[in-house]
């Protein structure tokens, strides 16, 4: 395995073309005062499988592939998103 950085998160939109935007979350504790901070970033992730919002994934640091992204969707974790054409098939 090579030393790229790794990350998990949530797909929060995927309405641009081969791009998704993922929403990393971590939580640590303050060194000062000793209370649980959450912190939430938004990363734009280069995306060949197709996510859909709501899926977990990793993503992989990798060469910058325009202003903005320079990550890449690794694998899928957990698919939640939701298929609105499968439910229209049945009905008609």
Known sequence: MNQRRRMTGIVTSNKM???????????????LYRKVVHATHKVK????????????????ECAPLSREKS????????????????????VE
């Open 17 to 31: 073309m081969k791009t998704v935007v993922v929403e990393v979350s971590r939580s640590y504790r303050h060194p």
């Open 71 to 90: 990550w890449m969707v690794q694998s899928i974790i957990k698919k939640e998103g939701k298929t609105l054409d499968v439910a229209e098939e049945t």
């Open 45 to 60: 992730a280069h995306d060949e499988l197709n996510c859909a919002i709501g899926d977990q994934v990793v993503i992989v």
